[in-house]
Structure formats: structure tokens, C-alpha cells
């Protein structure tokens, strides 16, 4: 058993949550430090100091301040926030976020889904045109359709189980062809696939084309990495239906910016929806804002806002500042070559 543990909260505050953390870690030392949102932000030195494990959304911009960090739970599944600091070199290990946001981005993926199959674009603006047509395409619904995931991780895993609730048809393509349990994610009770076993088809990177065609709906459920920064560009996209809709809860930066414009204005696909952009916030010039065939919604499919998402984010600290007194496999720690961008 290690010595008390010194842990730095940068999260709003929760009684609950600090005192599930002092259940499973007695005797640790908890500190609360503002909610920094803003990588140019800096933090009290005074704070910082023999600091073992940092929890926060953003590491502060003095973050050479830590002169003991050990280990740093971040918020967001997402990591590319992080993998510019000296955390190898350092020995600092990382976990993140994964399973928290899980249940509401898989809704909003579902919500997309629906709102593409009803034609709601079309719907709301003959509301407001007073127009009264229930035309055929209107009376649409998702039973049966093909849906696709590139990438198996909790987002996906939790869609495709809605998904299949509501008979829909799950391919998936992984970076070997393969879908493996995840024992060491952290889950919410009920949901998702930790087994692996929901997806009808599974295909390799050398089988894109066939995974592409197909489809219905394409998600895009990898997360940003130098290795997947502009994986999806001109050649992708055209394997695509003229009728498909692609559907980004990721990182906007997956798709190629330019090649994803120029796929809206020449209707290779029908339309997209995105919860990720290119620039936070958009600019007002952005061609996106124009697009008629885009849904777009500001980043808040799995919001920090939520009122789970504390609950759930001081559960993951609290289980692994269990493990890691125990020195057992954390949850969600991400590898070596995650955090070398690969």
C-alpha cells in the first residue's frame, strides 16, 4: 500500500463524489482548485505542489509547476489535449473519461438518425411556411437500415445497442478487424456492449469500401490522433451513397475540413450532422453555418452539463483511486502509444 495520496480536484465541486473518494482512499489528502476550461489558464503554484493525482477537464498552462504528479484523470474521453505535455518522460500516467458520455451522445446519435429519416429540415420549414404536406418521405422510419461505426469504441458500443433495440443492421470497421471485450472501460451499469457481441458485420481497414457502400449512416467514433487526423478524406466520403448521412460525434479534424465542405456544397452524400468543429466557436463567416444539408449543435451531445456527469466522473476517480492504491489495472488508462499520438 502507497502513502496517503495528495489529490488536486479541477472539476466543480460534489460532496458526494469527494466522499465515495474518501471511502475507497482513506486517509488522502483532497484539494480543490478552480475548473480550469482553458488551456492558456494557469493554476496556483501553492496547489500544485507534492500533488499526486490530478483530476480536471484541462491541465493548467503551468502545468511544469507539478513537482510529483503521478497520475492525471481527465474528464473527456478525448486526450489529444494532453499528448503535448511530458507525460512519458515524466511517469506520469493518464486515464480518461471513457463510459461517462456514453448513454447521451449515443442519444443524440439515435436523434440524428431519426431526425435524417423523418426529413425534418423539410418538416420545420413548411411549419414555418405554413405548408400542410404528408408526403411519403416524411412517414420514414429506421427498421431495417444500415448503420455503420468506424471505430468500436463506448459510443459506438452503446449506439449499437439502442441500434439493435430498433431493429437496425450494425457494421463496424476497426483498425484490425477485430472487436475485443473491455473489461478495464468503465461502464455504466446496463449499457453498452463490454462483450463485443452486438455488431452484425466487422471489417478491416482493407475492406473500407465494402463497409462504406453499404450504409445507410456512417458515425464516426474514433478519437483524434496524429494517425487518424484527416483519415477520412475525398476517396471515403465517395464510397459513400449518394443517400447516406455521416454523423461526427468525435473530432471534426478525422475528416479532412476542406474535403468535408466541398461534400456538403456537391451533395456527394445527402447531409451530415456534427457535434465537433474545426474552430471553438465556429466563426460566423464559416461556410458550414450555410450548409442546407448540415445539422449542426455546438459541442453539447455529451455535455459536462449533464446532471450525471459528475456523479459519473468522480466514480471513475474514485474506483481507480482504489486500483491504483492497490496497484491493480486502472480504468480507462490510456497506453504508451496513446500518448504518443499514435
Given at each position: ?14 460532496a458526494?463524489?469527494?466522499?465515495q473518494i474518501?471511502?475507497r ?8 482548485a ?9 493554476m496556483d503554484p ?42 512519458i518522460?515524466?511517469g ?25 429519416e ?10 414555418k ?28 458500443r ?28 468503465y461502464?455504466?451499469e ?7 457481441v452486438l455488431?452484425?458485420q466487422?471489417?478491416q ?12 449512416y ?35 479534424q ?5 474535403v ?9 452524400i ?40 459528475l456523479?459519473?466522473?468522480y466514480?471513475?476517480?474514485a474506483?481507480?483511486?482504489?486500483r ?9 488508462e ?9
Open positions: 500500500m502507497e502513502k496517503n495520496l495528495t489529490i488536486l480536484i479541477s472539476i466543480a465541486e460534489d458526494a463524489g469527494i466522499a474518501r471511502q482512499c482513506p486517509g488522502c489528502e483532497i484539494r480543490m478552480p475548473w480550469i476550461t482553458d488551456p492558456k489558464t494557469e501553492q496547489l500544485m505542489k507534492g500533488v499526486d493525482v490530478l483530476a480536471c477537464e484541462v491541465p493548467p498552462a503551468n502545468f511544469e509547476e507539478f513537482d510529483s504528479l503521478r497520475w492525471m484523470q481527465i474528464t473527456s474521453a478525448g486526450y489529444s489535449h494532453v499528448l503535448h505535455l511530458p507525460l518522460e515524466r506520469i500516467r493518464v486515464t480518461n473519461g471513457l463510459g461517462n458520455f456514453d448513454g447521451p451522445i449515443a442519444e443524440w446519435n439515435i436523434f440524428m438518425m431519426l431526425f435524417w423523418r426529413h425534418m429540415i423539410d418538416q420545420m420549414a413548411n411549419q411556411n405554413h405548408v400542410w404536406d404528408p408526403a411519403e418521405r416524411f412517414q420514414r422510419d429506421l427498421y431495417g437500415a444500415n448503420i455503420g461505426f468506424y471505430g468500436y469504441g463506448g459510443i459506438a452503446e449506439t449499437a445497442r439502442l441500434a439493435k433495440a430498433m431493429h437496425l443492421n450494425v457494421s463496424v470497421l476497426t483498425r484490425d478487424g477485430a472487436i475485443r471485450k473491455r473489461p478495464l472501460t461502464c455504466v446496463g449499457t453498452g456492449d463490454p462483450e463485443g455488431p452484425d466487422v471489417f481497414p482493407s475492406e473500407i469500401e465494402e463497409f462504406m457502400s453499404g450504409l445507410d456512417f458515425l464516426v467514433t474514433i478519437p483524434l490522433t496524429d494517425s487518424t487526423r484527416g483519415l477520412i478524406g475525398e476517396k471515403e466520403l465517395k464510397m459513400l451513397r449518394p443517400s447516406a448521412v455521416l454523423i461526427n460525434p468525435a473530432r471534426a478525422i475528416i479532412d475540413e476542406e468535408f465542405i466541398r461534400c456538403l456544397k456537391e451533395k456527394w445527402r447531409g451530415a450532422s456534427l457535434d465537433v468543429h474545426y474552430a471553438y466557436p465556429l466563426p460566423p463567416e464559416h461556410p458550414l453555418w450555410d450548409m442546407p444539408n448540415l445539422v449542426m449543435t455546438p459541442h453539447i451531445s455529451g455535455s459536462a452539463l449533464s446532471p450525471h456527469f456523479k459519473r466522473v466514480d471513475i476517480m474506483q481507480n483511486c482504489e491504483y492504491l492497490k496497484s491493480e489495472p486502472m480504468l480507462n490510456l497506453t504508451e502509444s496513446q500518448l504518443q499520438g499514435k
